[in-house]
């Protein structure tokens, strides 16, 4: 089982936009624009900083096209793709067990602002 330190580490679930830009991009390859209008109320800010951090470890790619304007295009990677069916799993879980699962459970040293 992960400790609250390793999940600190874990960049990849970090965040609420995380599932939802991989389901996103898991749909197609998206321009940042378009995947902002998908995802609805994301900040330019969170966007950006989400997708440079999946970027980062490596689940999602992001291509320039050099043409009048520069256009940039993210898509998952091979390893983001493998990520969906899991995701999937878990949010399958959170649907069937929701009722018991209380959303304001606290739990004593993760993910606290200092």
Not at 7 to 26: A, C, E, H, M, N
Not at 62 to 71: C, D, E, G, L, Q
Not at 89 to 107: E, T
């Amino acid at each position: 089982m992960a400790t609250t330190q390793e999940l600190k580490r874990t960049p990849i679930f970090i965040g609420r936009w995380t599932p939802k830009i991989l389901f996103s991009l898991g749909e197609r390859p998206r321009r940042h624009g378009e995947l902002r209008r998908h995802l609805g109320s994301v900040s330019q800010r969170m966007l950006t900083r989400t997708l440079r951090n999946l970027e980062c470890t490596g689940l999602v790619a992001r291509r320039t096209t050099a043409s009048k304007a520069v256009a940039v295009e993210y898509s998952l990677t091979l390893l983001g793709k493998s990520i969906i069916a899991p995701l999937c799993g878990m949010c399958r879980w959170a649907k069937k067990y929701s009722r018991q699962v209380s959303a304001d459970v606290h739990f004593p040293g993760a993910y606290q602002k200092e």
